[in-house]
Each structure stands twice: as C-alpha cells, then as structure tokens.
C-alpha cells in the first residue's frame, strides 16, 4: 500500500473548497498533494491557491469566475459523480494516467504523507483483530492515523482503474 507521492502527476497540487470533500479524498488517496478547506472565505481560498500555487477545486460558480478573473488554475466541478469528476480535473491538468503504484501514499484525512510501520508500533492505536489479522501498517506523519490494507482498498483500486481507462479516452478524444 504505501508508496511514494504520486509523480505522474505534473508536478499538480490541488485546493477542493468545501462543497469537494469526496474529491479531496480520494485524489489523496491516488496519490496527489490535495488541501481541503471547509471553513473558510472565498477571498482566502482565492489568496491560498494564488500563494501556494494550486489548482483550485469548486463547484461555485461565482468563485470560478473570480479564479479566471484572477488568471489563476482552477477546475469548475459539476459534482455529477466522483469518477466523471475526477477524470474531469485530472485531464484539465495534463494527467494522462493515475498511477497506480501512488495510491495510499497520503493520508484520506489530512493529506499528510504515510510511512511503514510494524505491527509492534502501532500495537496500542489499533483493534487487537486488525493487529492478528495484518503485518503491514501505514502511519500518517501529521496526524498518526494508521492504515492497513482492507476490502476498501479493492474499492478505491477498482475506481482508481476507472478513472485512468477514462483518462485514456479523455486524452484520445482531444
């Protein structure tokens, strides 16, 4: 599951307001440096994807007219659902692919960056089940929430392949 930071992707960071938590989510989860900002101003969102260099993530249609007033990156999401989404913002900023290799190398939460753990380390963070069922452990370096590999990941695999067969004809169709 952990790998290093996605680096097929650009060099593309992202900014999701608050309407974009899914979104956020699980371009973190593919892999991709992705801020979520829930509370706050569209000035600050505005000033943040400007100073930090990000695309901005929105589904408001008045703070993407400021966006391309500002002659900032930003993708006006449709909110149709999560793959069309995705394969939406990623072919917008020149991502041909996912790779698969990134997924799990950030934390869903925080989007911090995972690194390995053993099962001894996070012994006392984790149901005694999960420990005696799985030896291989992911802990976020910001906000020490652990992962393992579970049926979800099946789940984000089989939308992670999706989304890239989408971006191929995406890329095609262009």
Known sequence: MLKAPNNNNNGVTFL???MLGSIARKLRIFGFDTLYVAHAHDNE???MGIDQNRVILTADKELFKRIVKAGTRGVLVSCSSDAEDL???LSKNGIT?????GIGSR???CNGLLTGRTPVQVKNTIPDKVAACHSEFFQCVDCSKVY????HLRRIRALAKSVDSKLGRAVTAT
């Open 87 to 89: 394969v939406h913002i």
């Open 97 to 101: 692919s996912i790779d698969l290799n």
């Open 45 to 47: 969102i505005l000033k």
């Open 107 to 109: 934390c869903s939460i």
């Open 16 to 18: 999701a307001d608050a």
């Open 148 to 151: 393992w590999e579970g049926g």
